[in-house]
């Protein structure tokens, strides 16, 4: 990529050479003498070659000698005139010059965009190929039971739909966290299958956040789920005011009188109704655990998933901007001095079984509230593939290492 940096300080070596010649042509036009450019570049090339014999030119015969001076005024002007191109005139120049190149750049990439992309295709053709090849049989579990997950939402659903429920405000609730719950495995499957095993476990993050927030929704009831679906307002609330103040600095336009009136309105009368407390981050959770304020940890505790919180964690690295995020990455093989910029078909094991787990979890709880025998079987349907797949991962995951072990050893070999 330092190509054209390259080039710059190649052209700049030059310099001393163009103001030489410059020099060159002004002292021959005080002389009167027409003399093409050419000479002037000839002249100053054989004044920095260091030959001391004269330079001899084909010029017009009425200056068939031609004697040019230079003293140290000459010198120190020429040196002046480098020194100060540099400070002032090159800075001037470079963004000019680099929106050109850039240009040009631009328009060879997209000449041959075509072409660079296909060869692109291939090489991710074959890198899932080589993925699919090694991890097929958990992958193919994993879609599995995420098609049971999903078809099993989808029988309940329509099963509620056709009978007046008394707790209408829990079941819709639960069934929209279970139907978030599958798109979102469907993502972290998606990315395992193309070597985004860090990006699975930040997708995996979410699953588990649903399944939590499930659980406890769950636990308190109908009351709880009438809060929790309340709740719009406070975070509309939030997001307007983030929106209204930096809206301008985007150049959007601010949302109108009546949008912010009726916003607010709904915001005062949640917080009017359920209190002072329900005004924060999970403030739809703290009547029913009894806290002022209600952190995830809390939610997790709640739910009986406090086990995965070193998971979570290892989740929330992958997601914000920590120092730890940039080095220790599930894509590289016990190998965190590496540095991974795209694909890698290691690191799929952890994310992968906790997917499977959480995403059984959450469907047990929904779809086993009010069970049909159909339900009980389902549900240990997916309990035995849940059980399957750590097993299968883990027997992709030791082949792995054991061919990274044995390519190592070749490479040192061949080193020697």
């Known amino acids: 990529m330092d190509v054209l940096q390259k080039s710059l300080d190649r052209a700049l070596t030059t310099l001393p050479e163009l103001f030489i010649e410059r020099s060159i042509a002004k002292k021959l036009q005080d002389q009167g003498i027409k003399a093409p450019k050419s000479l002037s570049h000839k002249i100053a090339r054989h004044i920095l070659s260091g030959k001391t014999q004269p330079l001899r030119h084909k010029v017009s015969s009425k ?9 140290e005024a000459d010198a120190n002007a020429i040196t002046r005139d480098i020194q100060d191109f540099l400070k002032t005139g090159l800075p001037e120049l470079l963004p000019q010059l680099a929106s050109r190149v850039s240009k040009g750049v631009l328009g060879n990439l997209k000449s041959r965009w075509a072409e660079e992309h296909a060869l692109q295709n291939a090489d991710l053709a074959a890198f899932r190929e080589r993925l699919e090849e090694r991890w097929a049989k958990p992958l193919n579990q994993l879609r599995m039971l995420l098609t049971i997950a999903r078809e099993w939402g989808g029988a309940v659903y329509a099963r509620q739909s056709s009978t007046k429920a008394r707790s209408k405000v829990l079941k819709h609730i639960l069934l929209r966290l279970h139907v ?17 095993a860090d990006g699975a476990m930040a997708r995996w993050r ?11 929704i769950s636990q308190h009831g109908e009351s709880i789920a009438q809060r929790y679906l309340a709740h719009q307002a406070v975070e509309s609330k939030r997001a307007m005011n983030k929106y209204m103040s930096c809206c301008a600095l985007l150049g959007y336009k601010p949302l109108s009188d009546r949008e912010v009136k009726r916003i607010t309105k ?19 959770a703290t009547h029913h655990l009894k806290k002022k304020r209600v952190t995830f940890a809390d939610l997790e505790t709640e739910a009986g998933r406090a086990d995965m919180r070193s998971y979570h ?18 894509g590289l093989l016990e190998d965190y001095e590496g540095l991974l910029a795209g694909r ?65 050893a070749a490479m040192k070999t061949a080193d020697r």
């Not at 978030?180 to 985004?196: A, K, P, S, T, Y």
């Not at 964690?313 to 599930?330: P, T």
């Not at 906790?354 to 240990?380: R, W």
Request: net charge negative; charged share 25%; glycine share 6%.
């Open 63 to 71: 200056h068939p000698d031609i004697t040019l001076t230079f003293n």
């Open 344 to 408: 890698s078909n290691s690191g799929l094991t952890d994310p992968g079984q906790n997917a499977a787990h959480t995403l059984t979890q959450l469907s047990v709880l929904v779809c086993l509230s009010a069970p049909i025998f159909d339900d009980l079987v389902t549900a240990q349907l997916m309990r035995l593939l849940r059980n399957e797949i750590p097993k299968s991962f883990s027997r992709a995951d030791l082949r792995l290492r054991k061919d990274d072990k044995q390519f190592r």
């Open 266 to 284: 709904a915001h005062e009368a949640a917080v009017a109704r359920y209190g002072k407390d329900f005004d924060s981050d999970y403030g739809w």
């Open 206 to 216: 979410t699953l588990h956040e649903l399944a939590v927030v499930a659980d406890v």
């Open 180 to 196: 978030r719950g599958c798109q979102v495995m469907d993502e972290i499957i998606c990315l395992l299958e193309n070597g985004f």
């Open 313 to 330: 964690q290892m989740a929330n690295d992958n997601v914000h901007a920590g120092v730890k995020s940039l080095f220790i990455r599930l």
